[in-house]
């Protein structure tokens, strides 16, 4: 079957980094999504890797290895208001998404 | 500015009781698709339509229907709720153009309470 894992909760300190792994089993690949969402609303979209490597969007960076089935969303210098959940998407060989169920990051002061 | 716009965003409602939420998306894309999230399991997919008149199952689409006579729209209709469709429902349609690599751009959600 198809599975995506991301550790269920994460906490950090405002100003700190902080590393969300996802790690993937599907039949085929065509990129790998990264979503955040904040309670109650929406899923955003973040971020889109392909091909290996690491791709940097700002405070946000997020990597791929397809041969380990991996990636991880990178966020630095934590502001209060990334407290959020952050959901990983793998496109398969139908280019249909699979969901993780989502990592919840809890910043503190 | 690209919109998905869902209806309505709260709804309290009895077993068995038919409903219908509704859908509309404003890109005039193909590809738009349903979604429900629950704690713990993240986003399942219920039904998905490739363009008009063309719908397929999901993940979970036992207890769903859903139409696609025009582009613009996909309701999602529960004929017969029961408790265990209590959830929060998002539409979604990609940012742009096809479906294929694009992120996709989810409308506000729907909170369903079935008592």
């Known amino acids: 079957g198809q599975n995506i894992d991301q550790p269920t909760e994460m906490t950090a300190t405002e100003g700190a980094i902080v590393q969300i792994n996802c790690t993937y089993q599907?039949?085929?690949?065509?990129?790998l999504f990264w979503y955040q969402q904040h309670a109650g609303e929406a899923p955003t979209f973040l971020s889109y890797?392909?091909l290996d490597g690491l791709e940097e969007k700002g405070r946000f960076s997020s990597f791929l290895s397809r041969s380990k089935g991996y990636s991880y969303l990178l966020l630095k210098e934590l502001q209060m208001k990334d407290s959020a959940s952050y959901l990983c998407?793998?496109?398969?060989?139908?280019?249909?998404?699979?969901w993780g169920a989502g990592t919840k990051l809890i910043i503190k002061p | 500015e690209a919109q998905v716009t869902q209806n309505p965003r709260y709804l309290i409602t009895v077993t068995g009781k038919k409903l219908t939420v509704t859908c509309s998306q404003n890109?005039?894309?193909?590809?738009m698709s349903w979604y429900r999230q629950d704690p713990g399991l993240g986003l399942r997919q219920i039904y998905y339509?490739?363009?008009?008149?063309?719908?397929d199952k999901g993940d979970v689409p036992e207890g769903y229907k859903v139409s696609r006579k025009e582009k613009r729209n996909f309701p999602l209709i529960l004929e017969s709720p029961s408790p265990n469709q209590t959830s929060l429902y998002f539409c979604?349609?990609?940012?742009?153009?096809?479906?294929?690599?694009?992120?996709?751009?989810f409308g506000d959600g729907t909170r369903l309470s079935i008592l």
């Open positions: 979604a349609s990609p940012t742009k153009g096809q479906y294929l690599h694009q992120p996709q751009h």
């Open positions: 890109m005039n894309h193909e590809y």
């Open positions: 339509s490739m363009n008009v008149e063309v719908t």
């Open positions: 599907t039949s085929g690949f065509n990129g």
């Open positions: 890797n392909v």
């Open positions: 998407a793998v496109s398969d060989s139908n280019y249909q998404l699979i």
